[in-house]
Structures are given as C-alpha cells and as structure tokens.
C-alpha cells in the first residue's frame, strides 16, 4: 500500500448535482480522465468537457430505467481491484477492467422523497441501488480508491491534490472511506425505517438509527465527556432546524433544556394566545398564557424566580422587543421562538451570552414519530407521546363537577404535566403554572414541593396568600392513596385531572368528595422519565 496515490481515472455519478461542474472542472485540468452516467455525463458534456459514458466502458447500455448501468464487472472490477496484486492485475488485463482512482456518488435523494409526503411505489423507486454498492466497495478498497459521497468534501478533495502534487494520502482515502460507510449506513437506516411503518411492523427484528453531524459540541452534561449534536433528517422545527442569530455555541445541556422548552410551549397554539415557557434542567420552571408575550413571560417567571435565572426561555410567537427588554432583565441562557422582530433582536445584541434561536415554525406536537433511550446492551424505543386531551375526553367522577373556568385550567395543567419529569405535580391557576413538582420518587412528595415553591414566591412577591388558593392541579399518573390528593387540597386546590385507574380509585374519589374537591379522569397517562 502506497501513501500518496495520483487520481488518473475518476467515475462521477451524482443526484445532488451541487458543486459538479466545479469539481469535473478542476479534475479534468489535472489531466483526469471522467467517467459518467446519464444526466450527470450530459451536463458536462454540454457544457464542454470531455467525459466518457460508462455505458462506453462496459459495453452495455443503461437500460431498465436507469435502474441496471454501473452494475458491471468492468465498474466493480476497476474499483476493487487490489493494484498491488498479480492476480488482479492478470484479471483486469484478461477482461479490459480499467483502474478507477476516484468515486464520486451521491444518492437517490430516498429522505427527501419520504419527507415529501410520496406513495410507496414512489419511496420504493428512489431507493439507490447501484450508488451504494459502488460507494461499498471503493471504501473497501480505500488502499488505492478515493471515495465522495459528500459535496461539502470536494473542497477538502481538491485541497488536497494541491497540497500533494495531484496526489491523495491514505489518511484522506481512509477518512472518506469511513464516511462513505456511515452514509451508506445511515441510507439503509432510512430504508429500513420508514418501510417499518410503510407495513405497520412496529417492532422490526432489527432497527438502526443515523444522524448527520450538525456540530462538535464543547462537551456532553460534563466536561469529561465527549459529545456532539447529530440530525436526523426528520426536520421537524425546533433546536435542530433553528437559526442562531447571536451567543457562544450552545452546549449539550442547552440543546437538552432548549428542546425541552420548545416542545412544552408548542402545546400551546399560537392562535389560542401567546404563551412562554421556561426550563431549567429540562423541567418547566414556569408555563403560562397571556394577553401578549410580554405577558405571557411575566406570568411565567412569576411562577419560580429562583429556578428561572439561568434558564431557556420558549415563546409561541414572534418576539417583540418590549418582552425582550423584560427577558434581558435577568440571566438566561437560550431564548427560542418561532420569529424574532429586528428590534428583539437589537435588544439581545448587547448580550453575548444570550443565545436568541429563531425556527419558522411550532413542531406539532400531535405528530408521530419515535424515541428512544440507550440502556446497558441495547435501547428502548418508543412512540413519542403525542397523546392528547380535549375537554370532551374527561370523565367526571365527584358529586361536583369542574366549573368551565376549572376545565380550561385543568386541561392547561394537564399539557404542562405531559413535559415534567414524573412523579409530576403541577398546581395552575388564571392559565399560570403557580407551583411544580417535578422527579420526586413520592407523588406526595412533588405535592409538597409545589405547594411549598408556590408560598416561597408568594412571600418573595408580597402576596397576602399563596397563588395555590383556588387552584387546580394536574397528577401525570393516578394518585395511588388519597394522601397525595388531600395534600393539594391544603394548599388550596379546587380541582384535580390524573389519569385514575389505582386500584384504590374509590378510595380517592371519596376523599375529593369529603374535601369539595372536583376530579376528572383522563384514562391517559403521561409519565416522563
């Protein structure tokens, strides 16, 4: 194996046609002889080049639709063959195989056509066939193949060839190879994926999961730990698909919180009014709706100062700048909305450690999809819970029923609770989080935490009484004995959701009753681990 290789002969191959000119250009001045197909081989043509039909090198002509062209012993030869073994130079020189130095392939955009929304016998014609196996085996012979499946690289390709005399390392060659294995992976894992749900397998014997490299990130939750941010192509809006207009990199735990944050307000439509919701250690601090964002954020901070400093900010409209001079006003580490104003903008400018994410648009949050969770040798996956509550859902079960009023807290309370950490508890009043409870191993336990965050800040504003008083609070999952119930009955509760189905329902059904308290089921359960 020799390090420093020069490029004679190269196949290019391309659906993304982004950079190709450029590239044929700059290869074919170096004296390199380009083999191509179909439409990538008549764009050169046409624009002058001198390229040679890979129809020309096997004998064979593209036929199927496109489907059978570089499936050829003359193509797989010239990239397998070992250039330092007498036996594959005999079997080449036997067969007219021509060595190819450099593959350039990208494929059937397969992602982009399921994203689009298309039929199945569409996704199924967009899945690559050729490009793949070509891309397998020059990377397995990357002793002596270039291979590029990725337009950014073709900088990298060129630059070197400068730096070497037209001639490409091994530790290049190695690089790109492992590249090309990962987006044949990746590739496969799509396939695989989306024919999972094509015919209705939710658990497929085997699944695979890829992402693309968005960013290197400083380290993981710790400075000991290694990390980096990947996509999965899904682009659904939020921290992934936001622009980032000012502020250091975000970190790992920003991303975390940020997504967090993203996905809890979006449980609130913007045409039902403007809503904020902060977090702090991917746990809402503070959830609230308001006549204006100003407002919304105001009622949402007001919830738990101290928990707020520090936190991620997530808005549901576009931020003005009277809110962000009101956001500015203490410490906050991300603030992400679909749109920003110019003058928002201006306001965070003078804050370089504020990082201001803007992402066109609310993910919804009743949209399928999947996630998962790596556990000691292997993963869970799951669906993601897009479950959802409507007032027509609920099941009254107290002699007293819920005031309009109540159920359109109650329902509020009950999204909250869908994005705390169980056991969740979340006490709101007036479309305002007043007290949460958040990853208690007690649910009496994030009762307690709630009512007593709630008195804090009741004493911290001057308030004559806690903001519990008169409340209504949400239990992510059935409360197993009355204790917990009556618990948010002393703090001032007047209604209470949870899912129910305890084996001792009767039980806390009675002691709502005894209390004066109304109680609605959901039959729907939201623990968050």
Request: proline share 5%; net charge negative; aromatic share 6%.
């Amino acid at each position: 194996m020799t390090d420093l290789l020069p490029i004679r002969r190269a196949l290019i191959s391309v659906s993304d046609k982004t950079g190709m000119m450029d590239l044929a250009r700059a290869l074919s001045a170096r004296g390199v002889e380009i083999l191509s197909t179909g439409g990538s081989a008549g764009e050169m043509r046409a624009a002058g080049l001198p390229v040679r039909d890979v129809a020309d090198l096997t004998g064979f002509p593209e036929m199927m639709d496109g489907r059978v062209k570089t499936l050829h012993p003359r193509v797989h030869g010239g990239l397998l063959a070992l250039r330092d073994n007498p036996g594959h130079q005999a079997a080449m020189a036997e067969h007219g195989i021509e060595p190819i130095d450099l593959l350039i392939v990208n494929l059937y955009p397969f992602e982009a056509t399921v994203a689009k929304g298309a039929d199945y016998d569409t996704c199924i014609e967009n899945i690559d066939i050729g490009g793949p196996a070509m891309i397998r085996a020059a990377a397995k012979n990357h002793a002596f193949v270039t291979v590029l499946v990725d337009v950014g690289d073709y900088a990298a390709l060129l630059a070197e060839l400068d730096a070497n005399d037209d001639r490409v390392s091994f530790a290049f060659r190695r690089k790109m190879a492992q590249a090309a294995y990962a987006r044949t992976a990746a590739y496969d894992a799509a396939v695989s994926t989306w024919m999972a749900g094509a015919i209705g397998e939710p658990a497929p014997r085997r699944r695979a999961f890829a992402g693309t490299l968005a960013q290197t990130l400083r380290y993981g939750e710790n400075p000991h730990q290694a990390a980096a941010f990947y996509l999965d192509g899904s682009n659904r809006p939020g921290v992934a698909t936001a622009r980032q207009w000012q502020g250091k990199e975000l970190s790992y735990n920003n991303i975390n919180d940020t997504d967090a944050a993203f996905e809890l307000v979006a449980e609130f439509a913007p045409d039902a009014g403007p809503a904020c919701a902060i977090i702090k250690h991917a746990n809402p601090c503070g959830v609230a709706r308001g006549g204006s964002l100003l407002d919304a954020y105001r009622r949402a901070y007001d919830c738990d100062r101290t928990s707020a400093f520090g936190g991620i900010v997530a808005l549901n409209g576009v931020l003005d700048a009277e809110t962000a001079e009101e956001i500015v006003k203490i410490f906050t580490e991300v603030v992400i909305a679909p749109d920003a104003t110019e003058d928002a903008k201006a306001v965070f400018a003078a804050r370089k450690n504020l990082r201001l994410l803007t992402t066109g648009a609310l993910p919804d949050p009743a949209a399928a999809g999947l996630a998962f969770r790596q556990v000691a040798g292997g993963f869970l996956v799951q669906d993601r819970d897009n479950g959802r509550i409507g007032a027509a859902d609920l099941t009254v079960v107290t002699k007293r029923a819920p005031t309009p009023a109540e159920i359109e807290d109650l329902l509020f309370a009950w999204k909250v609770a869908k994005h705390v950490k169980s056991n969740a508890i979340v006490y709101v009043k007036g479309g305002a989080t007043v007290g949460v409870g958040a990853g208690q191993m007690s649910r009496v336990d994030s009762t307690r935490i709630a009512a007593r965050k709630a008195q804090d800040m009741a004493e911290a504003l001057g308030l004559p009484v806690a903001p519990t008083q008169g409340s209504v609070v949400a239990s992510d999952a059935f409360f197993p004995f009355p204790d917990g119930l009556l618990t948010a009955a002393e703090a001032g509760a007047t209604a209470v959701i949870q899912p129910g189905g305890s084996m001792n329902d009767d039980k806390v059904i009675a002691a709502a009753d005894a209390a004066g308290l109304a109680m609605v089921f959901t039959g729907q359960r939201h623990f968050r681990h």
